[in-house]
Structure formats: C-alpha cells, structure tokens
DNA sequence: GAAATAAGTCATCAATTGATTACTTCGCAA
DNA sequence: TTGCGAAGTAATCAATTGATGACTTATTTC
C-alpha cells in the first residue's frame, strides 16, 4: 500500500514528502520534513473525519510512510491528536493579536466564517476543537483555546480594558454581574462562529454552506454590535 | 455484564426496563418495550458519546438485554442510529408548531438553550442531528432536521407568509437576492443555536455553560431582533 | 571506506466490535 | 398439559485498528 522507501513496488497514494513543495525534494529520509508531513496529514484527517474515523493507517499512507513512524515521532494516537491541536492556528486570525475594535472583529468573523477562507470543504480549525479525544487532558486544551477566545472578544467589546487587567475588582454584586453579563454575550458570539463552522461542514445547509464574505459582513456586524455594544 | 434472563447471575447495571417506570414490570418478555429501552439507550449513547464510541455492547448491557436483540429489533447499528434520530423530537419545542413571532421564539430559544431545559448534562436532542454515522441516508435526515428548522425560524421573521407558499415568485433578481438574505439571517440563528449547544455539552465553556433561561433571554432577543426583524 | 546512528519497514499481536447462527426459555392458546 | 412461536441468550467469526519489537537501509562522521 504506497510504500515508498526501500522495499517499495508502485505508489497508488500521493506522497507528501516529495511532491514539490518548497525548496524540492533534497533528501529521501528527513525526519523534520516526514513529522511534518503527517502532522499535516493527520490534521486533515482528524478535522474531516474526527478523532474516531481516523485511522493510523490511513494517516500513513497519506504521507507513503510507514504506521510505525507515527508511534516514533508522536508516541500513540492521542500524541498525535494533542500535536495537531498544538499546530492548529487560533480561531480567527491566524497570525497576530486580535483587533479589539468591533467593526474589525465583524470583519475578521465574516471573513473566516465566509465559503471561501479555506481551501478545503470544511477544513476550518475551529473543527478540530471539537473533536473527541478521550482524553481529558486534551479536551482541556480545548477548552482553553476556546476560553482565551472568548477572552479576546470581550476585549473587543471594551477597548478600555487591557488584557492583564481582565477582571477589576467589582465593588458590588450588580458590578460583578454585569461583568458575568458580558461575558455571557462574548461567548454567545463565540457560540455562533462554532454553530456557523458546525453547520457548514457538517450539516452542509444551504445559503449558509456557500455564503461569501460579502454576505455575512452584514449580518454579522449587526449582531456583533447588539451583543458587544456597551450598553445603558 | 448485567444479564437478567435465563442464565443470569447478579445484576451490576441498571435494569431499564424492570425499573419502576409507569405500569411497573407487568411482563418479563415484552418486545415493545425492550425495544423502546434499547431506542432510549441508543439514543442517550449517541447523543453523549457520538456514533463510533457507542457500542451495540454498551447499549445492550444498559437495557440489560443480549446484543443480538440489537439486530432483531433494529437490524444494525445504522438502523438503530436512524429509529434514535426518528425518535428525537424536533429542535426546540418539542410539541407541536413553532410559534410564528419573534418574542416567542426569543423565549422557547433561551428556554431550549438554558441549564435546566434537559436532566441529564447535555443531552439535547440538537447533539443527536450532529453526530456522524457515515451513512448518506443519515446524512440526509439531519440535513432535513436542520432545514426544516431554519424554514420555521424563518417564518418568524415574516408572520404574513404561510408555510405552504415559502417561496413568492421573485419578480426580479433584487426580490430573490433579499429572499435569500432572510433564509441566510434564519440560518444563522440556528447556528447561534447549534453552536450554543456544541459549546455548552462539549467544551463546556463558562459561564455559558450553566446560564439560566433568564440569563440568555435578554441577549437572545436581541440578536433575534437584529437578525429577523424586517427591514425597509 | 567502514562503523555508528538515525530513518524507515515488516510482520504480528491483542483488543475491540459489529455481525450472525444455533440454541434455550418463556408465555400463551387450544 | 402440551406444544408452538416469539423473546432472549451464548458462543463465535471476521474485520479493523492501535501498538510494538526485530529487522533493513540510508546517511553521516571520522
């Protein structure tokens, strides 16, 4: 099945170490580049599939690689889940802090939610997050990933306040509510870019699956404003 | 493993279908409901623990029953899957229409959505819609669940329309362009819905996660104000 | 050019799990 | 009571899959 080193005959699967990325293919047995490789692999697989329907195998073959590399450079399945989370871009912007302006975080919500962000059919990120491990310790990860997200919208909700000052001391109880109040609303717009990525790729409903950048700055935007608007 | 028949020995899981349930245990053999303890079973497995990691074996030894039965009843693990998703009631009110007005939907939303809406930690029924079974048939089901759904959230938004002429002829582009607008507003409701949902049974994200009814409805409201109201 | 080491393969094990068949027991009707 | 059919069980098969250790080949280093 697609062996492709030594005792190899024919390929029948595409290889991801030679094909010609950048910089070519300068050696056969690169170990940073075959890790690489069935991250990326794996990553794929677990986003389509998730944690259960992705097979060892099938991650090998991907790469032309041999099963027992995985157990080499990750250690077991679960390594290699918890390395894929790990290399797994943030929700929104991929690179850089979040822009704590509402307007701009309508913007970025649209554009990452939008048909056309990623390539594949439903390979976004946030996917990933949400896959079952079995494993507590990495659904922990998830939950912080998600929870530091919400942090940076509620940021974008009040500009006023910096991130290593994120709860002030409340002087009452209806203070602190208030504070439980706003958060509440930034999760629940973290809510909805879950549900949109959910039900684009795993339900496929339609205008939604095929909804441009374009269409969703709209309405969006509105939504955001009404939930992160400082209000009274 | 919790066999109760013939051969049994001594139990060490719960019986579903001897439990004092209304009418008690009239009869040990009872087809009918075995196989309703066997749906309610599968259903709950499916919703918490997704398709692949539910096991016929599981699922036989909660009833307290032989896994054959499985077969006998439902005739695979697909068939069981389907009777589970025939047998979830339908997203938010789980009897009878959708009321067409967006103060209601506002409410049954943050009703549906809130801690105490179900008993046991996240088994709302929405999970069931998204879990994989690896069947197109299923696949299908879902997709119409869901569209169906987003088709009476869309009523909502335009009392005046009836459910059996969803679709005026558009006179022009413009017409059909905003008609797709609304079914794309509608639909992001339901993902704020589904999202919600995802977020609360599986990451569990605070304080969302154990948000009262009268926590969400007033951010619920407005983000349906904003999102279906009609405009000019 | 020959050790030494890293990269990769092969064959196989053990556990899980869906499916299936032959057998056993219970309940009800005549 | 008896006997027949439905309800249920036990045992087992075959396929998949994660894990693993021994073996093989390429690359580096002296």
């Given at each position: 099945m697609a062996t492709r080193g030594n005792g190899g005959s024919a390929d029948d699967t595409a290889d991801a170490r030679t094909a010609g990325g950048p910089e070519g293919d300068r050696r056969r047995r690169d170990a940073a580049a075959t890790r690489q490789a069935l991250l990326q692999a794996a990553r794929g697989r677990f986003i389509r599939l998730g944690y259960d329907r992705t097979t060892l195998r099938d991650v090998a073959a991907d790469v032309g690689v041999n099963l027992a590399l995985i157990k080499r450079y990750f250690d077991s399945k679960e390594g290699l889940f918890k390395a894929a989370l790990a290399a797994t871009p943030r929700f929104p912007g991929s690179e850089g802090e979040f822009p704590p302006d509402r307007a701009a975080l309508a913007e970025a919500l649209s554009h990452q939610l939008?048909?056309?962000?990623?390539?594949?059919?439903?390979?976004?990120?946030?996917l990933l997050l949400l896959r079952v491990s079995g494993d507590e310790r990495v659904d922990s990860l998830r939950r912080q990933a998600l929870q530091d997200f919400s942090r940076q919208v509620l940021e974008a909700s009040d500009p006023s306040r910096t991130r290593d000052d994120?709860?002030?001391?409340?002087?009452?109880t209806s203070r602190a509510q208030a504070e439980r109040d706003r958060l509440l609303r930034a999760e629940l717009l973290v809510a909805l870019g879950v549900g949109v990525a959910v039900v684009r790729s795993a339900v496929g409903l339609q205008p939604l699956r095929d909804a441009t950048s374009d269409d969703l700055i709209g309405p969006l935007r509105e939504v955001v404003d009404v939930l992160l608007a400082p209000r009274h």
């Open positions: 939008s048909a056309g962000a990623w390539p594949d059919f439903s390979e976004h990120p946030v994120p709860t002030p001391a409340p002087d009452d």
